[in-house]
C-alpha cells in the first residue's frame, strides 16, 4: 500500500500536485477491534464521536480491507450508513455481493461464488465424483461450501461427507472429523476455512495414520507457512489450491530490497524485520553493557551495512502473491476515482445541476460514485474494474506444492481459471506439472462406484447419493455408447444393437429368397408338383375315351387337374422378395384354385350319389344326371370365393411391409393380410367346402365301385382339414420366413393330398393294369356289387 502510494505521489499525469497519505490499523482478528478501528478512520480521533469528524482538512477518501471476510463484514454494515467507499483486498464471502446490505463495498479479488465455481470445474476436469468437504463454522467456510456443494451437484458430483470446522477449538469435534476423513473411501477432499481454523483439525490428522487424500485448498488456507513443515507435507503433498492469479508489480521487489530501518524510521515493523532476518538485535540505549558486549564479541549486533539481496529470496517471491496484488489495485482504484473528481468540469458533472465534488471537501457518497466508474490498466497491462455487485473480473490460478530437495515446501503454477471464458475453454490444467502424493503416480480415481461402460446403465441404490449405483446391461433390444448412461435408448427402427450393447448396427434383411437352401427345395417342390398334375393331364387327355377317364364326369377332371396346376405353381408366388402386387396375387391365387379344387370334388362326389340313385325306377333324378349341374355347382361355389378375393382387393387388400420389430435384429419384407377379417373369411370358405365335401363323400363311400370316387375323396378330405387345422397354429406361432414356408408347406401338402388320393388309383389303372380300363370289367365289378347288396 506504501509503494502504490509512492508511485501515484510521484505520477506526473495522477492526482498531479495531490498528495495521498495512509492511516493503518490492525483489527487483529477481533470483530470489535475491526470496529473501533473503522471508528477511528470516520471521526478521526482515538475517542470516537458517532458522525462527529474532527479530522480538519483531510478528508478520509477509502477505507481498504479488511483481510479476513468476517472482519470485512461488520466494517461494510457500518460504513454502508455513511456510502464510505470501502474496497477489499482479500474478503471474498459471497454475502458482501449483496448490495442491499453493503451499498459501498466493493473488492479486488473475486467473490467465493466463482471461487467454489472454480473448484467445482477442477473436481470435474479431473473426473472426481466423490467429494468430501470441511468448512469452517463462519459466512467464509459455510456460504463458500454451499455453493461449492450448488455447483457439483450441477456437475454430477456427489458429497462424500460435510463436517464443520468449529472456530473454537474442541477436541471432540476435531476428532469426529478425522475419524470421518479416516472412514470414507472419498480420496478428494476440499477445505474452505482459515489457517487458524484448519491448524488445529490439521495437527490431529498429522498424527493419525490417513494417507492418500489428495487436499483442495481454498484461497483461505492455501498456500499458507504454517503447513510447510515436513509433519504437515507428509500428507498434504499434492495439494492443489486456488488463489488469484499472481502480479508481478515492476520495481516492487527492487522497494523491499531498499527499505532499511535508518532510511524509514517511521515504519517500526522495518527494523523487526530487520532483526528476524539477518538474526541480529539493534543496538538499544536501554541495553545493558555487558547484553552489548556479549552481541558484539558474537557477531549479532545489527550494523545497517547487512543486504536484503543475499537472504532467502522466498519470502519475496511470496509478497507478490494473493493479497499484495489486490491491495495495490484497490489503492488505485482509489487513486483514479479521486483523479476522475479532481479533473471533474463544473457544469458538467454527474451530480445535480452538473455539479463536481470538491476534491478537497467531497462527501463520501461522491466519491463512491466514481469509484463504481473506475476502468483502467494497471501497471502489469491488466484491465481493472467492478461490475454491478463490486467485484472484479474473475480468474484464478491453481498451484500444486512439492518438498523441495532441499527440505524446503515449493509451489508451482499448474493452470488457469477464467469464469468469463466460454464452457470447455474457460479451464486450462497441466497435468504434468503435478506432483501427487507418494500413493499415486498419476491423478487418483475419487468414485463412490466404478464407472459403467458402454453397454451398461447406472441403477442408483436406494438410500445412497446419486454416485453410488450398480450397473446392470441394457436390455436386448437397447444400447447404451457412453460411460455412466443414467439410461439405455433405443436404435432406429432399421437398426439394432451391437453384440456389446454400446452402438447400433444395420439390420438384416429378412425374407424367403429363391437363393437359400429352405427357398430352393421349396421352389422345386413346386415346380415337380406342378408338372405332375400336368403329366396326368396329359395322360387323361391322351386315354380320354377309356371307361376310368370317362367316369365321374371327365371334363371336371380335367378342371381340377388345371386347378391343381394353379395350386402348385402359386407356391412360387410366395418366395422371392415380396412387392404389394405379389401379395395380393399369392393369397388371391391359392384361395381361387382350392376353391375351384374343392368345389369339383364336391360336385364329382354329389353326381355319384344321383347317379346312382337316378338307376332306380321310381327316382326322378334322371333330370339332373349330365354335365350341366356338376358345372354349375363348380361355377356357383368357385364364384363365391372370387366375390370374397375381389372384396378383400377393394376393401383392404393384403401389401409389403417392412416388419422391423417381431425379430431381434431384422428386417423382415412381409406381406401383411390387409384385412385379417377377409383373410379369415377366405380360408373359412375353403374349410366349409371341404367339410361339406367330406360329409357328402362320407356319406357316399359305399355306393357301387364303378361310379364311386367317394372313398378317394374321403381320404383326399381328410389330409386337406388336418393340413389347414395345422396350418392355423403353426402359421400364428413362426414368424418371418419360416411363416412363409409354413404356408407353403400347407398350400404342397394339400394339393399333394388332393393329386395322390383322387388321380393316383386312375393313373395307375391306365398305365399299368390297361386290362381293368374296360367296360365290360367296370360292368362286371358293378353286376357283382350289385348281387352282393341284394
Same mark, same amino acid.
Given at each position: ?5 509512492n508511485?501515484? !505521489? ?182 474452505? #476455512? ?22 483442495i ?5 492455501g498456500p ?22 499472481? $502480479? ?9 530490497y ?27 540505549p !536501554?541495553?545493558?553493557?555487558? /547484553? ?62 452538473g ?56 509451489c ?16 486450462k ?6 506432483? &501427487? ?13 466404478? #464407472?459403467c ?26 444400447? #447404451?455408447?457412453?460411460?455412466?448412461? /443414467?439410461?439405455?435408448m433405443?436404435?432406429p ?9 454400446d452402438?447400433?448396427q ?22 415337380? $408338383? ?42 412360387l ?42 338307376t ?7 333330370? &339332373? ?19 370374397i ?56 363311400r ?31 406361432? /413362426? ?49 357283382? #356289387? ?5
Amino acid at each position: 500500500m506504501a509503494f502504490a502510494l509512492n508511485e501515484i !505521489n510521484k505520477s506526473s499525469y495522477l492526482l498531479p500536485n495531490i498528495t495521498l497519505g495512509l492511516w493503518i490499523y490492525d483489527s487483529c482478528n477481533a470483530q470489535s477491534r475491526s470496529l473501533q478501528g473503522t471508528m477511528w478512520q470516520l471521526t478521526g480521533n482515538k475517542d470516537p464521536i458517532p458522525n462527529y469528524a474532527c479530522r480538519g482538512t483531510s478528508p478520509l477518501a477509502a477505507v481498504i480491507g479488511d483481510s479476513q471476510s468476517q472482519m470485512s463484514i461488520p466494517i461494510a454494515q457500518l460504513l454502508g450508513v455513511y456510502k464510505q467507499t470501502q474496497i477489499s483486498y482479500a474478503s471474498t464471502v459471497a454475502t458482501l455481493s449483496d448490495k442491499s446490505q453493503f451499498p459501498s463495498f466493493l473488492r479486488t479479488v473475486p467473490s467465493d461464488d466463482l471461487q467454489s465455481l472454480g473448484i467445482a470445474r477442477l473436481i470435474n476436469f479431473f473426473g472426481w465424483t466423490w467429494v468430501g468437504i470441511l468448512a469452517e463454522n463462519n459466512d467464509y467456510g459455510l456460504i463458500g461450501s454451499q455453493m461449492l456443494k450448488e455447483e457439483m451437484v450441477k456437475a454430477g458430483v456427489c458429497v462424500a461427507f460435510y463436517k464443520i470446522i468449529p472456530l473454537f477449538y474442541s477436541q471432540e469435534k476435531i476428532q469426529r472429523i478425522v475419524e470421518v476423513v479416516k472412514k470414507m473411501t472419498a480420496r478428494v477432499i476440499v477445505v474452505f #476455512s482459515s489457517a487458524e481454523n484448519l491448524y488445529p483439525v490439521m495437527l490431529k490428522i498429522s498424527k493419525s495414520d490417513i494417507s492418500g487424500k489428495v487436499w483442495i485448498a481454498s484461497d483461505g488456507w492455501g498456500p499458507f507457512p504454517i503447513f510447510n513443515e515436513k509433519d504437515f507435507f507428509k500428507f498434504l503433498k499434492g495439494t492443489i489450491g486456488i488463489t488469484i492469479p499472481t $502480479g508481478n508489480i515492476p520495481m516492487f521487489k527492487e522497494y523491499l530490497y531498499n527499505l532499511h530501518p535508518l532510511r524509514t524510521t517511521e515504519d517500526i515493523f522495518v527494523g523487526q524485520f530487520w532483526e528476524e532476518a539477518f538474526g541480529c538485535r539493534w543496538a538499544d540505549p !536501554n541495553m545493558d553493557q555487558a /547484553t552489548l558486549q556479549e552481541l558484539s564479541r558474537e557477531g549479532k549486533l545489527c550494523t545497517g551495512k547487512e543486504d536484503l539481496r543475499t537472504i532467502d529470496d522466498h519470502f519475496f517471491d511470496k509478497t507478490i502473491l494473493r493479497s499484495t496484488y489486490n491491495n495495490y489495485n484497490a489503492v488505485y482504484m482509489v487513486a483514479h476515482a479521486l483523479h476522475a473528481m479532481y479533473s471533474c468540469e463544473p457544469g458538467k458533472g454527474p451530480f445535480f445541476n452538473g455539479t463536481c465534488g470538491d476534491i478537497k471537501h467531497f462527501e463520501p457518497w461522491q466519491l463512491l460514485h466514481y469509484v463504481w466508474k473506475v476502468r483502467f490498466q494497471n501497471t502489469m497491462g491488466r484491465e481493472i474494474f467492478f461490475d454491478k455487485n463490486g467485484n472484479p473480473p474473475a480468474a484464478y490460478d491453481f498451484y500444486n506444492c512439492y518438498l523441495t530437495s532441499s527440505g524446503s515446501v515449493a509451489c508451482v503454477n499448474i493452470g488457469h481459471y477464467d469464469s468469463g471464458a466460454a464452457r470447455g475453454q474457460d479451464i486450462k490444467i497441466n497435468t504434468s506439472a503435478i506432483t &501427487w502424493n507418494e500413493d499415486y503416480a498419476q491423478a487418483p480415481v475419487s468414485v463412490c462406484s466404478e #464407472s459403467c461402460g458402454p453397454g451398461f446403465q447406472k441403477a442408483i441404490l436406494e438410500g445412497q447419493p446419486a454416485c453410488c449405483f450398480d450397473c446392470i446391461p441394457c436390455s436386448k433390444d437397447e444400447f #447404451s455408447n457412453q460411460t455412466d448412461a /443414467t439410461e439405455c435408448m433405443k436404435c432406429p427402427d432399421d437398426q439394432w444393437p451391437t453384440k456389446r450393447q454400446d452402438g447400433c448396427q444395420k439390420k438384416s434383411i429378412e425374407f424367403l429368397s429363391y437363393q437359400e437352401p429352405l427357398g430352393m427345395v421349396l421352389a422345386v417342390t413346386s415346380g415337380l $408338383g406342378a408338372l405332375m398334375p400336368s403329366a396326368i393331364l396329359v395322360v387323361f387327355i391322351q386315354n380320354r375315351h377309356t371307361p376310368v377317364v370317362k367316369a365321374n364326369n371327365r371334363e371336371l377332371s380335367y378342371l381340377l387337374l388345371l386347378a391343381l396346376i394353379l395350386s402348385f405353381g402359386c407356391s412360387l408366388v410366395f418366395i422371392g422378395r415380396p412387392t404389394t402386387l405379389t401379395c395380393i396375387v399369392r393369397h388371391m391365387t391359392f384361395g381361387i384354385a382350392f376353391a375351384i379344387c374343392i368345389s369339383c370334388l364336391l360336385a364329382k362326389t354329389i353326381m355319384v350319389v344321383i347317379a346312382f340313385n337316378a338307376t332306380k325306377p321310381t327316382s326322378n333324378l334322371k333330370l &339332373w344326371v349330365g354335365p350341366r349341374l356338376p358345372n354349375i355347382l363348380v361355377l356357383t361355389c368357385s364364384l363365391v370365393q372370387v366375390l370374397i378375393c375381389v372384396s378383400w382387393k377393394v376393401i383392404a387388400p393384403p401389401f409389403y411391409q417392412m416388419n422391423m420389430k417381431s425379430q431381434m435384429g431384422k428386417i423382415i419384407l412381409e406381406c401383411n393380410e390387409g384385412s385379417l377379417v377377409a383373410f379369415c373369411l377366405m380360408l373359412g370358405y375353403m374349410g366349409l367346402l371341404s367339410t361339406l365335401s367330406f360329409i357328402v363323400a362320407f356319406l357316399a363311400r359305399k355306393l357301387p365301385d364303378s361310379f364311386n370316387e367317394a372313398k378317394f375323396i374321403t381320404f383326399s378330405m381328410l389330409i386337406f382339414i388336418a393340413v389347414w387345422l395345422s396350418f392355423i397354429p403353426a402359421y400364428l406361432s /413362426t414368424t418371418g420366413k419360416y411363416t412363409v414356408a409354413v404356408e407353403i408347406f400347407a398350400i404342397l401338402s394339400s394339393s399333394a393330398g388332393l393329386l395322390g388320393c383322387i388321380f393316383f388309383p386312375k393313373c395307375y389303372i391306365i398305365l399299368f393294369r390297361p386290362d381293368m380300363n374296360t367296360k365290360e370289367f367296370l360292368m362286371g365289378k358293378a353286376t357283382g #356289387s350289385l348281387k352282393k347288396t341284394k
